[in-house]
């Protein structure tokens, strides 16, 4: 009966573990790809933010593929 509970608490740190690393995976993509938006409205030297923008909600769409993927993977 004590396995059990052992069990349940080690497969519910796995599940948090995989899904802290999927949210910070999802921080670094997004920001990856807003940097590189930033960088390259610095070197066009536009004074609205395009890139940054257009970059950023890429980076969005390619973290949520990402975790849909990995999502659909792990069923």
């Known amino acids: 009966m004590g396995?059990?509970?052992e069990e349940k608490e080690?497969?519910?740190m796995n599940s948090f573990?995989?899904?802290s690393a999927m949210a910070f995976q999802m921080?670094?993509?997004i920001g990856l790809f807003a940097f590189i938006g930033y960088q390259l409205?610095?070197?066009t030297q536009q004074k609205v933010l395009i890139y940054t923008s257009v970059l950023g909600?890429?980076?969005v769409a390619?973290?949520?593929y990402q975790v849909v993927r990995t999502l659909?993977?792990?069923k």
Request: charged content about 35%; hydrophobic content about 35%.
């Open 41 to 43: 409205d610095k070197y």
């Open 3 to 5: 396995e059990d509970k």
């Open 62 to 64: 390619a973290s949520l």
């Open 27 to 29: 921080l670094a993509t």
């Open 10 to 12: 080690a497969k519910g």
């Open 57 to 59: 909600i890429v980076g």
């Open 72 to 74: 659909n993977k792990n």
């Open 17 to 19: 573990a995989k899904y």
